[in-house]
Each structure stands twice: as C-alpha cells, then as structure tokens.
C-alpha cells in the first residue's frame, strides 16, 4: 500500500472517530486526535507487514499489545474495536483485492479477540 | 543476588552507583552472558511491560535505559591491543529501529570472546552499512530488531548483506527474531539466535541453533 493512500486512510479513520464520539475532544483533546491518526497509521504499518509475511498472527499479537497499552491509558477496548471496524469500511474502495481481504480478515479476527476478552473482562 | 526487579528499581531511581555495585557484584560469580540473558534483559523487559501498563513514563523508561546504557559501557572488557588475525564483526540495527541496548550486549560478547567489533548503533541505513562492510570486510555481520513489524526490513538487509563479495555470516537476534515469522529471515540465509546462549554457542561452536519453528511443522 502507497505511503500517501495510507496516511490518507489514517486521518479519515482519526476524523470518523472524532466526529462519531466529540466527547473525545474534552478527553484527550488536539494531542489525543493526533495520537489516534499516528496509531492508525501502526494499524496500517502491522496489517502490511502481516500480509507481506502472510502471517495473521502478527497482526493478532499486535492487537493484544495495543490493547495492553491503550487501556491502561484510559482508551477503551470497545474504542479499539469501533476503530478497526472504521478501517475495514475505509479500507473497502481503497487497496488491492488480494491485500485487502487478507487485511479485513486480519481485523476480523482482531475485533473478534478484542470481543472475547472484553467478555472475560465482564465488558 | 540481586532480582531483575530489584535493578529495575536502581534503574528507574537513575541510582547509577548502587545499579554498577550490584552488577559488579553479580559478575564476581557469573560472566558477561549471565549477566545479560540473566538480569539486563529481563529488567529491561520488566521496564518495557511498566510502560505498556502506564506504570511508568517515557521519561523513566528513558532514565531506566541510559543507566543500563551506562553499566553496559563500564563492564564492557576494552583496552587490549588489536590484532590483525582476530575476527571481526559489524554491529547494527535497521533503519527505523531505535532499540540499542541488545546491540551494545551482543557488542560487548563478541569482544569478551575476542572479537574486534565495530558498533554502528540503531537505525542505521542500508547503504551506508553496505559502504562501511565493503570497506572493513567483517568476517560477521549482527543485526537485531525488537518489534516484529522490522522483519520485512530485516529481510531486505540480510539479501542485501548476501550480496556482498566477501560473504560474511549475517546474525539476526532481538524479540523480533523469537517470532515464528522470523523465520523467513533463514530463508534468506541469516542465522538466527534468540538469545544470548545460542550467540555464545555459535560464537564458540560455528554450530548453528535448531531451526525449532521448521522442526514443529
């Protein structure tokens, strides 16, 4: 995927989010709306390495991670999970057939393993 | 004996003094590799999971390294006198990779088993470690990575490294090469150490570790 294709997915999924949930403004402010584009961009990042690899795996690991790190900064699983369901839609008119489904699938299963454990969690 | 918790702690509390006493201490009964895969490596890892876990800031996280940098460079064996039989090897980490510390270790491991090291440091670019490999012909070129989503880079490196005329050994280790995906890298032709033990063991033996991930499928 194009560098520039894939900044442009970052910010549009950034904006979708902030004007889906303007209460995030007050949370986390102009540093959090550059903070989701930056992270959005790792998504990216670890969805091509994945697919270069072939290897869901990767991007799987990488979820747990990010769970890991963005909870305990007070971004919520079901914020993560709302986040890759946006870059599914956005990914769809975008990127090549072969990689995009394997990306979606990749997310797929990610929004599902967030799910499952949000539900140990008793989320 | 000292935990890894325990110096985590020294590390976080930048007490450079009592982190080198305890080290020091520690080096009276174990050698250099102990003291890596033994105690820095699982503080540094305890240091990384405190961060994942907002327990600690960038700014400790950053403290914590540069005092483990620091105990590193003083217990590093230097100083003698460098002969032209002795093999050598070149130090690295990709482009994009910040992480340096396991390239110090590896670095001062070599050297305690008599190697001449030329240490590049992180992030260094691909044309510019081509340049410098041509121009030292290192009989080894070790290269480490610690995020998983290196390995495309890595990978590029190490076909890039093959091509070379002198044909030096290519070494990849960090956290990124404990990864079953890393082993595409052999593919490529690196041999690939997960940890210290297995670099000491090739460093001593020529003996490449067990391609586990080929043998489990």
């Known amino acids: 995927m194009k560098q520039d294709l894939k900044k442009q997915i970052a910010k549009s999924t950034a904006i979708q989010i902030y004007e889906a949930y303007p209460t995030l403004w007050d949370r986390f402010g102009e540093r959090g709306f550059d903070h989701t584009e930056k992270d959005n961009m790792h998504h990216l990042?670890?969805?091509?390495?994945?697919?270069?690899?072939?290897?869901?795996?990767?991007?799987?690991?990488?979820?747990?991670?990010?769970?890991?790190?963005?909870?305990s900064r007070n971004v919520e699983s079901d914020l993560i999970i709302d986040n890759f369901e946006r870059l599914i839609g956005l990914l769809d008119a975008e990127v090549e057939?072969?990689?995009?489904?394997?990306?979606q699938q990749c997310l797929q299963e990610a929004i599902d393993l967030l799910k499952g454990s949000n539900l140990k969690k008793g989320g | 004996m000292i935990q890894p918790t325990e110096?985590?702690?020294?590390?976080?509390?930048?007490?450079?003094?009592?982190?080198?006493?305890?080290?020091?201490?520690?080096?009276?009964?174990?050698n250099r590799k102990k003291l890596f895969d033994q105690l820095l490596t699982p503080a540094m890892y305890h240091i990384g999971e405190l961060w994942e876990t907002n327990t600690i800031s960038v700014a400790d996280e950053h403290l914590a390294t540069?005092?483990?940098?620091?105990?590193?460079?003083?217990?590093?064996k230097r100083g003698e006198e460098t002969h032209s039989s002795k093999r050598?090897?070149?130090v690295l980490g990709p482009e994009g990779e910040e992480h340096y510390i396991g390239l110090k270790m590896v670095s001062s491991l070599f050297r305690e088993n008599d190697w001449v090291v030329h240490y590049l440091g992180p992030n260094m670019p691909l044309d510019h470690a081509?340049?410098?490999?041509?121009?030292?012909?290192?009989?080894?070129?070790?290269l480490s990575a610690a995020l998983v989503y290196r390995l495309p880079t890595l990978k590029a490196y190490i076909k890039s490294f093959k091509e070379l005329a002198h044909a030096p050994a290519?070494?990849?280790?960090?956290?990124?090469?404990?990864?079953?995906?890393?082993?595409?890298?052999?593919?490529?032709?690196?041999?690939l150490v997960k940890d210290l033990e297995q670099l000491e063991h090739w460093i001593k033996t020529g003996e490449e570790p067990d391609?586990?991930?080929?043998?489990?499928?």
């Not at chain 1, 690899?53 to 909870?71: A, C, G, H, I, M």
């Not at chain 1, 057939?97 to 990306?103: I, P, S, T, V």
């Not at chain 2, 081509?130 to 290192?138: E, H, L, V």
Request: aromatic fraction near 10%.
């Open chain 1, 45 to 71: 990042d670890h969805l091509e390495t994945a697919y270069g690899l072939n290897d869901r795996q990767v991007f799987l690991e990488y979820t747990l991670w990010l769970e890991k790190v963005l909870t």
């Open chain 2, 211 to 217: 391609d586990e991930y080929r043998i489990s499928i």
């Open chain 2, 66 to 76: 540069a005092i483990c940098d620091f105990v590193v460079s003083i217990i590093d």
């Open chain 2, 170 to 191: 290519i070494i990849v280790g960090g956290r990124a090469a404990a990864f079953e995906s890393s082993r595409i890298l052999i593919d490529e032709g690196a041999i």
């Open chain 1, 97 to 103: 057939l072969k990689e995009r489904e394997f990306m």
């Open chain 2, 88 to 90: 050598k090897v070149m």
């Open chain 2, 130 to 142: 081509i340049k410098a490999a041509n121009r030292w012909q290192p009989d080894t070129i070790a």
């Open chain 2, 7 to 30: 110096l985590a702690e020294l590390f976080l509390q930048g007490n450079d003094r009592e982190a080198l006493v305890q080290v020091q201490q520690f080096l009276d009964s174990h």
